[in-house]
């Protein structure tokens, strides 16, 4: 079992820049997958970004590559998003997520077991 917990959301202006935290607890194994995904009001749950817990390989959604960076401290057991030249369009909840998503970085939300509880980016023009 795994608890995820994000913190760093929050308001900030077009342009501007943010970093997302998500600290796991539990047991984490090798072939886990770490990600964060979000949902605009109206709107379906999007794939942001994911990083392997072993060998760090990423992958970004198209909207976010260039703007966006995911890392991980294994030793800290933290992922960060680090978001920046934030956009209006990029306001949304942001859940961090974790899961063995057979062992690759996949977009589905079926291949992560473990979410957090989200956390409110609101970009202001």
């Known amino acids: 079992q795994v608890q995820l917990v994000e913190s760093g959301g929050g308001l900030v202006q077009a342009g501007g820049s943010l970093r997302l935290s998500c600290a796991a607890s539990?047991?984490?194994?090798?072939?886990?997958?770490l990600g964060w995904f979000r949902q605009a009001p109206g709107k379906e749950r999007e794939f942001i970004a994911g990083i392997t817990y072993i060998g760090g390989s990423t992958r970004y959604a198209d909207s976010v590559k260039g703007r966006f960076t995911i890392s991980r401290d294994n030793a800290r057991s933290t992922t960060y998003l680090q978001m920046n030249s934030l956009k209006p369009e990029d306001t949304a909840v942001y859940y961090c997520?974790?899961?063995?998503?057979?062992?690759?970085?996949?977009?589905?939300?079926?291949?992560?077991?473990?979410w957090g509880q989200g956390t409110q980016v609101t970009v202001s023009s």
């Open positions: 997520v974790c899961g063995l998503s057979g062992g690759q970085i996949t977009t589905p939300e079926g291949g992560y077991s473990y």
């Open positions: 539990g047991r984490m194994l090798s072939r886990y997958v």
